[in-house]
């Protein structure tokens, strides 16, 4: 088993991966679990694959659940299932010491989290991640949040789990679409300061995507070491460090929103297009090698996820995708800081960016054959 330590100050944890750990739930999470009861929030579609065996290993453990299955979907990252969650929470009679349990996506996690957050002014939480995506980013660095009608993620909050179970087993009922997309966080790893790593995913990544059982735990070990390195750095993302995370989402939040945040374009989808924006318009800037920036495209492509912009088939122009990155959360006094490549392994934040150039570039993007 790997365990990764996330050492945030005052609120240390750990990451541990092994195929099989949601089967072993009750093993690692008895030590976190008071008075012999968990609550557990899920979705229906985790819930008909892993609830079985999760409520199995419990019960072998004294431990008794109960369970709130909440629909699939970004839409469940709601004030509406924010609120039923909480409710929920507080009638199964969780105290501020208790941990409750998140077996999902990156959607449970990230509104679970934020409901224990906010339950007797926080109570613990257990993160079981059973997308790629969330093995390997959202689990793991304490970000949560709810959806509004202004945008994504705009209502959350800090708070860190006490563990996390990451287990690749979870992975073989995820739709291979599904796991493609969270591949393109694990080669975003790659890309921010780890060239090797990216060699790596080069050369295993359709191995991952395959199934290879040992692929897919490298994978996500390495994946969990560099954030929990980057976010033990900078947690609240005040030092321009955990800012590194974000790479590619500048482009592909633009994205998802010009596609209506939908089945059109998953998150990790747009996250791979928009690294590919990335370090092409590095190129074009003159920061980054050509034939590197190509690399990149060829990779994002090999592995089954969207590298061409014109192939997106949008009905805008590159005007339309900067009004959208001027919505991004990420402005700054009126500024967008951008994620930006030197070379593959070396992102960097500019804050420089001349988004007319952007515009202009992206519609060189949308035209290219
Ligand atoms: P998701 O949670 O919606 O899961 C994707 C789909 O797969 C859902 O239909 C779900 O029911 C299904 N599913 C999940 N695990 C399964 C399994 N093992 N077998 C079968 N089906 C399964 O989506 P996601 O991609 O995991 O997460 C996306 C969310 O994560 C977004 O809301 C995004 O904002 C958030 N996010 C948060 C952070 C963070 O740091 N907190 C980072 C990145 C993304
Ligand atoms: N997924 C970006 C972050 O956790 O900061």
Not at 18 to 40: T, Y
Not at 57 to 81: M, N
Not at 192 to 200: E, G, V
Not at 260 to 285: K, P, Q
Request: with cysteine; net charge negative.
């Amino acid at each position: 088993m790997a365990v990764i330590p996330v050492n945030i100050a005052g609120a240390p944890y750990e990451v541990r991966i092994e195929a099989g750990l949601l089967a072993a739930a009750g093993q690692h999470c008895r030590p976190f679990i008071r008075g012999g009861k968990v609550a557990v929030v899920t979705d229906e579609r985790v819930a008909a694959a892993w609830r079985g065996p999760v409520e199995a290993s419990l019960a072998a453990h004294g431990i008794t659940s109960t369970w709130l299955v909440l629909p699939a979907g970004e839409s469940t990252k709601s004030w509406q299932y924010l609120a039923q969650t909480a409710e929920w929470l507080l009638e199964q009679g969780v105290e501020r010491k208790d941990s409750v349990i998140a077996l999902g996506g990156g959607v449970i996690g990230d509104l679970t989290g934020f409901a224990a957050s906010m339950v007797k002014r926080g109570c613990g939480f257990i993160q079981m991640p059973t997308t790629l995506l969330a093995q390997v980013d959202s689990s793991v660095g304490g970000k949560t949040a709810i959806n509004t009608t202004a945008g994504k993620n705009l209502v959350g909050a800090f708070h860190q789990p006490v563990l996390v179970l990451a287990d690749p087993l979870a992975l073989d009922t995820l739709p291979p679409r599904e796991t493609r997309a969270g591949y393109a966080e694990v080669v975003k790893y790659g890309l921010i300061d780890d060239a090797d790593f990216f060699h790596w995913c080069e050369a295993h990544g359709p191995a991952l995507l395959a199934g290879d059982a040992a692929a897919r735990e490298h994978a996500i070990a390495k994946s969990v070491a560099a954030k929990a390195r980057i976010v033990a750095a900078d947690e609240k993302e005040t030092l321009g460090v955990r800012a590194l995370l974000n790479l590619g989402h500048t482009f592909g939040h633009a994205l998802e929103a010009e596609t209506g945040f939908s089945d059109r374009l998953l998150h990790g989808e747009g996250v791979a297009l928009g690294m590919v924006l990335a370090a092409r318009y590095s190129a074009r800037i003159g920061l980054m090698n050509g034939q590197d920036a190509e690399r990149v495209a060829g990779h994002i492509g090999a592995a089954g996820l969207p590298s061409s912009l014109a192939a997106l088939g949008l009905m805008c122009d590159g005007a339309r995708l900067k009004a959208h990155m001027l919505h991004d959360k990420k402005m700054d006094a009126g500024t967008l800081p951008f994620l930006l490549m030197r070379g593959i392994g070396q992102t960097f934040l500019a804050k420089d960016v001349d988004l007319a150039d952007v515009a202009a570039f992206l519609d060189a993007e949308l035209a290219r054959g």
